[in-house]
Each structure stands twice: as structure tokens, then as C-alpha cells.
């Protein structure tokens, strides 16, 4: 199976907080992240969590690792149009990234 | 911030030719470079990782004869697009790894080629 899974789509009013969720398979990952990519532009790095942490917190942005399932989610409070975007969760491996196929939000104001 | 370009940014071919996609990191140097692939609404799929100076490790399944990488400089990659087919139509992203990113060997991605194969 895929080693890094994720929903393929969210909508969500502007101003609600959004919840992007993503299962992994490689519990000897050292660092999970979370990337944006916005139409016709690359991947931006928004967060990562290491993998001894259960949650980080950055501004409007916050990680939670339940490493026992291999359960990463990410939630954007007061999502603005601004984040309409693809949103992938990846895994380390080595040196390489494993990503999911990307959950696309859309922002509806 | 560390910033990598790619070039061309969009390029149309015909079946048969070869097409070079440059990867260049601009205000860093990376030791390590990665080539991924991403269809639409899929993941990005990891073709191959180089690194300066050597030859680079292929992902299972992916031709080393058709996708030629070169690694020449700490700040430039290619990858050239041998023969190629309508199949080989993709969206082409590469990432250049950095030490000295927020975490350990953080990855820095390029606004990605599209390649079509007429």
C-alpha cells in the first residue's frame, strides 16, 4: 500500500479552522512535515514535528503526532482564502522525503 | 531564504527528442539534489538523488538510460528527458538539500518543470 496516505479534499469556510489528516507507515521516520504548494509554484515547507514530540505549535499552525497509530494532522486556525492550496504530509526516509498525494483546501469566503 | 530555480519553466517537445530541465540552488550550496515526478492529483514520486560529484541512486523502476542526471557543481543539477515519449509528460520538481535549513538536511524545492510530449 501507499506509505503515506491523506483525504484529497477539504472545504472550508473562511474564518473555521481546517484539519488536514495523514497516516504514515515508517514509524522510524526522525521528522514528519507538512508543505504547502499553491498553483504552478513549488513545495514551501510550512512545519515539521520531530518524531519524539506529540504537537508543535507555530502562529496560526499546529502539528499533532500520535506516533502509536502513525497519525500526523495538521490544523490551520482561522483559515483565510490566502490558504487554499495542496497541502502534502511527508515522511523522512533517509535522506529522501516520501510524500502523500496531497490534500487539496479550498477557502470559500 | 534558500531559493532553487528551474529551468525551463514550461517546455513543449516532440516525441523523440531529448529535453534538459536545469536545477540550480541560487544563494546555497547543496550537496544533495532530488529529482521527483508528480502527475496530477498524485504525490510527488522520487525519481532519483544526487549528489555532487557522483553518480546518482535511481528509485525502483526508473530508467537510469532515459532520465540522465548530472550533478557537475554544488549548485547545479540536470536531468535530461532522453527520447522522449507522450508518457514521459509531467509536472518535473527537483529539491536541493541544505544543511543549514530549520531542520536537519531540509529540503528546498523548485517551482517545478512542466514537460509535454507531443
Known amino acids: 500500500g501507499e506509505d503515506v496516505e491523506q483525504s484529497l479534499f477539504l472545504s472550508v469556510r473562511e474564518g473555521d479552522s481546517s484539519v488536514i489528516n495523514c497516516t504514515y507507515t515508517?514509524?522510524?521516520?526522525?521528522?514528519l512535515y507538512w508543505y504547502k504548494q499553491e498553483p504552478g509554484a513549488g513545495l514551501q515547507l510550512l512545519t515539521y514535528?520531530?518524531?519524539?514530540?506529540d504537537m508543535k505549535q507555530d502562529q496560526r499552525l499546529t502539528v499533532l503526532l500520535n506516533k502509536k497509530d502513525k497519525h500526523l494532522s495538521l490544523r490551520i486556525a482561522d483559515t483565510q482564502t490566502g490558504d487554499s492550496a495542496i497541502y502534502f504530509c511527508a515522511e523522512s526516509k533517509g535522506t529522501a522525503l516520501i510524500f502523500g498525494k496531497g490534500t487539496t483546501l479550498s477557502v470559500s469566503s | 531564504g534558500a531559493v532553487v530555480s528551474q529551468h525551463p519553466s514550461w517546455v513543449i517537445c516532440k516525441s523523440g527528442t531529448s529535453v534538459k530541465i536545469e536545477c540550480r540552488s541560487l544563494d546555497f550550496q547543496a550537496t544533495t539534489m532530488f529529482w521527483y515526478r508528480q502527475f496530477p492529483k498524485q504525490s510527488l514520486m522520487l525519481m532519483a538523488t544526487s549528489n555532487e560529484g557522483s553518480k546518482a541512486t535511481y528509485e525502483q523502476g526508473v530508467e537510469k538510460d532515459k532520465f540522465l542526471i548530472n550533478h557537475a557543481s554544488l549548485t547545479l543539477s540536470t536531468l535530461t528527458v532522453t527520447s522522449a515519449h507522450p508518457e514521459d509528460s509531467s509536472f518535473y520538481i527537483c529539491s536541493a538539500s541544505s544543511s543549514s535549513g530549520r531542520v536537519g538536511n531540509e529540503q528546498f524545492f523548485g517551482p517545478g518543470t512542466r514537460l509535454t510530449v507531443l
Open positions: 514535528i520531530f518524531s519524539n514530540m
Open positions: 515508517d514509524s522510524s521516520s526522525t521528522y
